[in-house]
């Protein structure tokens, strides 16, 4: 089993910034990839960005959030990071994070959840 816990959302202005984390434990060995999903009321839930954190530590990113958003890993620490730039009303969603044995683009792939962070942007 693999649990991981997203924190860091919360209510802020457009153009503002903010940091999410994903803590991850248990058999995080087994995971090779950790993504960042975003689900709106009355959306389905989105591929937001990836990291391949094992080895290469290769960066996915959804078109949308090119240039503003960006993904990290601190392996030692077991924790997945997406900092967040120039937030739009757009990017209000529940941000999830998600634990795969492979980077990949759609909820599907991923075998382990956490439970969600609410990120809210005014306008």
């Known amino acids: 089993q693999v649990h991981l816990v997203e924190s860091g959302g919360g209510l802020v202005q457009a153009g503002d910034s903010l940091r999410l984390s994903c803590a991850t434990s248990?058999?995080?060995?087994?995971?090779?990839?950790v993504g960042w999903f975003r689900q709106a009321p009355g959306k389905e839930r989105e591929f937001v960005a990836a990291i391949n954190w094992r080895t290469i530590r290769r960066t996915y990113y959804t078109d949308s959030v090119k240039g503003r958003f960006t993904i990290s890993s601190d392996n030692a620490k077991n924790t997945v990071f997406l900092q967040m730039n120039n937030l739009k009303p757009e990017d209000t969603a529940v941000y999830y994070c998600?634990?795969?044995?492979?980077?990949?683009?759609?909820?599907?792939?991923?075998?382990?959840w956490g439970q969600g962070t609410q990120v809210t942007v005014s306008s």
């Open positions: 248990g058999r995080t060995f087994s995971t090779y990839a």
């Open positions: 998600a634990a795969a044995p492979k980077v990949a683009g759609t909820p599907d792939e991923y075998d382990y």
